[in-house]
């Protein structure tokens, strides 16, 4: 098992940034990459970043490219998501996620195994 909490969350104004972190504990060998997902109501959960723990290119969504940025520190097991010029359009409950996942589809909640509660995000314009 692997249990994953985020944090980081907040409310800030469009333009802003917010920095959250999710810390894994288990078994996390079992896994070989990590990402967020964000969620807005009435809204499927959507990628956002994803990261393999071997390295490589990171996955984001196009929305985010240049803006966000995936980052993860293997010796603490910890994940991030630096997210600067934050738009309105980016308020969601942004969930961390951790699985054994085929190359190319980082992108797909299909492929992770593991979930945090979530973290809320709200940025008001």
């Known amino acids: 098992q692997v249990q994953l909490v985020e944090s980081g969350g907040g409310s800030v104004q469009a333009g802003g940034s917010l920095r959250l972190s999710c810390s894994a504990s288990g078994y996390t060998a079992s896994n070989n990459c990590m990402g967020w997902f964000r969620q807005a109501p009435g809204e499927e959960r959507e990628g956002v970043a994803a990261?393999?723990?071997?390295?490589?290119?990171?996955y984001y969504a196009d929305s985010v490219k240049g803006r966000f940025t995936i980052s993860q520190d293997n010796a603490k097991n910890t994940v991030y998501l630096q997210m600067n010029s934050l738009k309105p359009e980016d308020t969601a409950m942004y969930y961390c996620?951790?699985?054994?996942?085929?190359?190319?589809?980082?992108?797909?909640?299909?492929?992770?195994?593991?979930w945090g509660q979530g973290t809320q995000v709200s940025v008001s314009s």
């Open positions: 990261i393999y723990t071997d390295g490589g290119m990171p």
């Open positions: 996620a951790a699985g054994f996942v085929d190359r190319g589809l980082a992108w797909s909640r299909y492929e992770y195994k593991y």
